[in-house]
């Protein structure tokens, strides 16, 4: 299946331009199979989300982008999280006890909100998104070598705010799933791969 692993809806996403509506309907026009909205410190969306993705039959499951000390990191499989910036670490600790899933989005682009090299400081990362729609090429390259590096699984993501990055990049994984839970259960399970949006279809791809 593919999946945009990392999309903000304007509701919750302050910065967001755009509507689930809007993100459901480039999701189906290029064949995805879910997506997921990790907002900004928000999970505010789960409800609708969960309303919207029976009426239109498409999977949507709702994380977060939490900003920590050290930077960003998208985790799904929590139900809470702190009110305020904790250490990346104890983040990442939340989301373990909780069995959750938990992967450091653009380590190092440019805006200071990656995990940059404390990724080699933190333990229990899962992932690393690799292909983030929102960096540059370069700065996702040193994310996928840092990835190979630590053995972690690399992740595709749009990070869309506005229309036109919606599905660039997703993630492929071996299986459908329809849950959640089944979700953080593949992901755990399997070696995800980055897939990139060439204008007709997607190139799944080991390097970039
Ligand atoms: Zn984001």
Known sequence: ???????????????????????????????????????????????????????????????????????????????????????????????????????????????NRGLEDDLKRVHGLHGVEVLNGSTSLEANRKALQYCQELGLKPIGASDAHVYEKIAKYVTWLPEQVFTQADLIAQLHACNPKPAIWNGLSYDIVDTF
């Open 1 to 111: 299946m593919l999946i945009d692993m990392h999309l903000h809806e304007r509701t919750h996403s302050p910065d967001s331009m755009i509507s689930l509506e809007e993100i459901v309907t480039v999701a189906k026009a290029r064949g995805l199979d879910a997506v997921c909205i990790t907002d900004h410190d928000s999970m505010g969306l789960t409800q609708y989300a969960a309303e919207y993705a029976k009426q239109v039959d498409f999977p949507i499951f709702v994380g977060v982008e939490f900003y920590s000390l050290q930077g960003d990191v998208t985790a799904w499989g929590i139900d809470s999280f702190p009110d305020h910036r904790v250490d990346a670490q104890d983040f990442i600790d939340h989301v373990n006890h909780h069995g959750g899933f938990c992967v450091s989005c653009h380590p190092f682009r440019n805006n």
